[in-house]
């Protein structure tokens, strides 16, 4: 008799069901699996063959084998065996449904850290840990259940958005390109309205970068209240009184909750201020006046020519939205929107998925850097990620020491995956595809009503 809440698809000799995807236990406990689903009531009652604990490797799965169906994904999960069929897709989808958003969420916060150490590659500097926090919004597919829940965003006279979208805000430790805590909302809300529920994962010692659309007197009185520090971009017009200037061109200067407080000089936060302009006509922001803020007072051992360029580490935050939504789950012929669920919990549980699949990939390539004594950013990570793809069926799991032998032959591999230097790159705030013309397609188009007549039956010949 089979035991009750047992998967009934055949083991191999280690007992796993989804052995191809073995290599993914180095970074992904199955032990940690087991809990969350426990934590979250997912135990299976009775026998089948898609349990919560395969459907977790499976939606984990999808992360990386983004450019797979569903039933795909399941097939390229599990070694070949003769006369075995594979589960349709509908199964597959339902068995998704039931495991939910709650355990793919839990299996993300336990398994999610930052990962550099003081001797990383371009983690700290003076030995504050760099982290930087940024929002992204992402389409998700046009149906009426996620139109409902994350609504559109508006353009103008042209009516609302092609596609519903969510907003995704999220840290990310810089030196390792690691997003270690996110937070997904509708679209209309504000990436501001988002920031303070990440902030309990910043730990003292951190510096945190910003651009200016995040700034507020609360938040950053709560910010450095943690033992956090700040390096952000402020809107030229924030009123910045001088108090004493510095060696390095900066200055001290107070923030004040409101203008009241600020005639009855109460309630001040001390803040160093860098104002700049750039002269070179090629740049994005010639001429402009750029301001820093941060609560790094001391321009001896913080010097303004550091904390200038220093600020730009914030664009390695950008550069992950880039690994997502480029490299790792682009668009497609098949995959119009950036995700693929069609209901809202599908579309969370997609987003932690690919976000723990992100973070498998950048484990990797952070455990191949440090064994090769190489800075993160010298390594390839679309290449790394098209490794992993190839080499996961490969992975040798008989016993340790072919394990092992497999792995250190991935790290390897991955090492080689290098690229030249950053170029002395030109960014100018333009796109190439502006508008067509086309009518705008509006909500009275999404879901017209059925034909009454077929073809034939409209034809009406002209004389």
């Known amino acids: 008799m089979t035991q009750q809440g047992r998967c009934t698809i055949p083991a191999d000799e280690s007992g796993r069901i989804l052995d191809r995807l073995t290599a993914l236990e180095k970074v992904i406990s199955p032990t940690d699996i087991r809990q969350v689903l426990e934590e979250t009531g997912r135990v299976n009652s009775r026998a089948c063959k898609?349990?919560?604990e395969v459907m977790m490797w499976i939606v984990l799965a999808m992360g990386i084998f983004t450019n797979l169906p569903i039933r795909q994904v399941f097939k390229q999960s599990r070694r070949l065996r003769e006369f075995e069929g594979t589960p349709c897709r509908s199964a597959l989808c339902v068995a998704r449904q039931r495991l939910g958003v709650a355990p793919v969420q839990r299996l993300y916060e336990r398994t999610i850290r930052t990962l550099a150490t003081p001797?990383?590659?371009?983690?700290?500097?003076?030995?504050?840990?760099?982290?930087?926090v940024d929002g992204t919004v992402l389409d998700v597919p046009d149906t009426p259940a996620n139109d409902a829940y994350f609504g559109r965003p508006t353009a103008g006279k042209r009516g609302a958005g092609a596609f519903p979208q969510l907003r995704k805000l999220s840290l990310v430790e810089?030196?390792?390109?690691?997003e270690f805590a996110v937070k997904v909302a509708p679209c209309h809300v504000s990436e501001k309205a988002l920031l303070p529920d990440l902030l309990p994962h910043l730990k003292p010692g951190m510096l945190l970068l910003w651009d200016r659309g995040f700034f507020s007197y609360n938040l950053w009185k709560d910010v450095i209240s943690r033992g956090v520090?700040?390096?952000v971009r402020v809107s030229q017009s924030l009123h910045l009184k001088p108090i004493r200037r510095l060696s390095d061109g900066s200055y001290l200067a107070k923030l004040y909750r409101n203008s009241y407080d600020r005639q009855k000089d109460r309630k001040g936060i001390l803040v160093r201020t860098i104002k700049y302009t750039l002269n070179d006509p090629q740049r994005t922001g010639h001429n402009e006046e750029h301001t820093l803020l941060t609560d790094l007072l001391d321009e001896i051992n913080y010097p303004a020519s550091d904390l200038i360029p220093g600020y730009h580490w914030r664009w390695e935050h950008e550069l992950v939205f880039d690994e997502q939504k480029t490299h790792q789950d682009p668009q497609r012929a098949s995959k119009p929107a950036h995700l693929r669920s069609e209901t809202p919990e599908g579309v969370f549980q997609e987003v932690y998925a690919l976000s723990l699949s992100h973070f498998v990939i950048r484990y990797f390539m952070f455990q191949a850097a440090r064994a090769s004594g190489l800075d993160t950013d010298n390594l390839s990570?679309?290449?790394?990620?098209q490794i992993l793809k190839?080499?996961?069926?490969?992975?040798?799991?008989?016993?340790p020491q072919s394990f092992q032998s497999w792995y250190e032959a991935l790290l390897a591999e991955?090492?080689?995956?290098?690229?030249?230097?950053?170029r002395n790159r030109i960014n100018p705030r333009v796109i190439k595809r502006k508008m067509k013309?086309?009518?705008?397609?509006?909500?009275?188009?999404?879901?017209?009503?059925?034909?009454?007549?077929?073809?034939m039956e409209s034809i009406v010949m002209l004389i």
């Open 50 to 52: 898609l349990t919560h």
């Open 119 to 132: 001797d990383t590659l371009g983690a700290f500097y003076h030995g504050w840990h760099l982290v930087a």
């Open 174 to 178: 810089v030196g390792t390109h690691v």
């Open 229 to 231: 520090h700040l390096l």
């Open 381 to 385: 990570f679309t290449g790394c990620f």
């Open 390 to 399: 190839c080499r996961l069926p490969e992975c040798d799991s008989r016993n």
């Open 414 to 422: 991955i090492s080689r995956e290098r690229i030249e230097p950053r």
């Open 437 to 455: 013309n086309w009518r705008k397609k509006r909500p009275e188009h999404r879901h017209p009503p059925a034909l009454k007549k077929t073809f």
